[in-house]
């Protein structure tokens, strides 16, 4: 089966660096993204991993360990409005295609 | 990336209808994806919608309760079928980006209620 996992919540200070970390089991492994879900709002696309190492995109990076099943996503210099959730995601590669498998989400607040 | 719209943004409905969910591109896509998001939850896909072929369902969906149109490249819609109020959830719509990394791109989402 599929199996990701990541913190339910997590508290960091505006300005501040946070990691949020996400392990996991599947099979068919084709690759680690991350989204961002503001309340009542859709997921949005911020990183993808399919090579081990770190992708720098401005305030956010993303690591992915594939032989330890293994991601996070850095978030340097927080601010207020990084307050949401962020969903790990893997890409599943089955006999129909690539589908992504998400895990639970974490809530990340940002306080003064 | 592709801009996509749903229709209805949000409904309440009696337990028992059905609610059809309109999912729009503004591109051509070979794969449409359908999520549910129960409160408080993560992403959980429903199924996958191909142009022209028979939506494929995950484990724990059934076509007879979430039946799914594909009637060309821009366009699907997801019913709910006989609802119950834990059918209340966000229903969302994907299309795969036009990069090779397979990223999604989601729609604003369908808030269902039912009561």
């Known amino acids: 089966g599929q199996n990701i996992d990541q913190p339910t919540e997590m508290t960091a200070t505006e300005g501040a660096i946070v990691q949020i970390n996400c392990t996991y089991q599947t099979s068919g492994f084709n690759g680690l993204f991350w989204y961002q879900q503001h309340a009542g709002e859709a997921p949005t696309f911020l990183s993808y991993?399919?090579?081990?190492g770190l992708e720098e995109k401005g305030r956010f990076s993303s690591f992915l360990s594939r032989s330890k099943g293994y991601s996070y996503l850095l978030l340097k210099e927080l601010q207020m409005k990084d307050s949401a959730s962020y969903l790990c995601?893997?890409?599943?590669?089955?006999?129909?295609?690539?589908?992504?498998?998400f895990g639970t989400g974490t809530q990340l607040k940002v306080e003064l | 990336s592709a801009v996509i719209s749903q229709k209805p943004s949000r409904d309440i409905c009696q337990r028992g209808t059905s609610l059809t969910i309109q999912c729009q591109v503004d591109?051509?896509?070979?794969?449409m994806f359908w999520y549910r998001q129960q409160p408080g939850q993560s992403l959980t896909l429903i199924a996958t919608?191909?142009?022209?072929?028979?939506?494929?369902?995950e484990s724990g969906f059934v076509i007879d309760k979430f039946p799914i149109s594909r009637p060309n490249l821009t366009f699907s819609t997801l019913t709910v079928s006989n609802m119950s109020p834990e059918d209340s959830s966000i229903y969302l719509c994907?299309?795969?980006?036009?990069?090779?990394?397979?990223?999604?791109?989601f729609g604003p989402g369908t808030r269902l209620t039912v009561t």
């Open positions: 994907s299309v795969e980006g036009q990069g090779l990394t397979g990223e999604q791109y």
């Open positions: 919608a191909n142009q022209g072929s028979e939506a494929t369902y």
């Open positions: 995601a893997g890409l599943i590669l089955t006999g129909g295609g690539n589908k992504l498998t």
């Open positions: 991993n399919v090579l081990d």
């Open positions: 591109s051509q896509v070979t794969m």
